[in-house]
C-alpha cells in the first residue's frame, strides 16, 4: 500500500511531461523558456546587474570571460559586459514591443476603415500599404535618424512603422469575412454602432490571425532596431541595446570576441524563439490546418 501511494506522483510527473510535449515540441518549449527568460532580464535589469552600465574601471580593461567578478568580461572602457547586455536586453525588448504594438494598432484600425466605408478610402489605405511596402525602410529610417537626430520616442514611432501595412491588409480582408457572416449582420440589425461591432465582435475573432502576425513583425523590429544602433544611427550612449553592443564590439573583434559575441548570441536566440513560437501558435490557431 506505501509503496503504491508514493509511487503515483512519480508515475504522474512522466505523464504530466508526455502531455507537454505532444502540446508544445521540444524546440517551441525551449524558445519559451529563453524569451521568459529575456522578459524577466527586462523586468528585473535593476535588480539583477551586477555593476552600473555606466561604472568604468580602467585597469580592468579587456578582461576575458570567466574573470572573477565579470562573469562575461569587460570592454574597452573597462565596463561590465553582462551589466551591459542585461541593460541592453531591457532597451531592445521595450523598444521592439512598443513599435510592435503600435504598427499592430495602426494597422489594424487603417484595415478596418478600409472594410468599412470601402469605396475612396479603401483605395487610399490600400494604395498607401503598397507604397509603405515598396519603401526601402532602412534608408526612409537613415534619412528620419541623421536630420532628426536620435531619441527612444523617436525610435519606437519610427519602428512603429514598419509592417503596418501588413495588419491593414489582413485587418481588412477578415473584416470583410466576418462581415458578411451571420453574426455581423445580425449585430448591425439590432442597431449596435460600427464601433461597437468592430471593437467587440470582429476584432476577438480574428485576434488570433493578428497575434500570429505580431510574432513574426516582432523579430524584424528586433534586427532591424539592431542594424540602426550598429549603424550609429539607434540607441545612443550612454544608453546600450544590443545592436549598439555589437557595433561597439565589431572593433575589438580580433582582441575581445566576447564584447561582441555576447549580444550577437542573445539576438540570434531571441528572434529564432520568435520566429519558432509564431509558427507554433499559427499552426495551433489556424481552424484549417487543424
Known sequence: MTDTTLSAPAAQAPGRLTRLRRAMPLLVLLSAVWLGLMVLAAVLADAIRPYAVTQMDLSARLVPMGTPGHLLGTDELGRDVLSRLIQSIRVSLVIAFG???LSAVVGTALGFLAAQFRGWVEQMVMALADFQAALPFMIMSLSVLAFFGSSMTLLVCLMGFYGWERYARIARGLAISASAQGYAGAVVQLGARPARVYLRHILPNVASTL?????LTFPEIILMESGLSFLGLGVQPPETSLGNMVGFGR??????????L????????????????????RDRLDPTIR
Not at 497575434?211 to 510574432?215: A, C, E, R, W
Open 262 to 281: 555576447a549580444p550577437s548570441l542573445v539576438i540570434v536566440l531571441t528572434t529564432l524563439s520568435i520566429s519558432l513560437l509564431g509558427d507554433w501558435l
Open 251 to 260: 572593433e575589438y573583434l580580433t582582441r575581445a570576441p566576447w564584447i561582441m
Open 211 to 215: 497575434i500570429v502576425s505580431m510574432t
Open 99 to 101: 513599435a510592435t504594438i
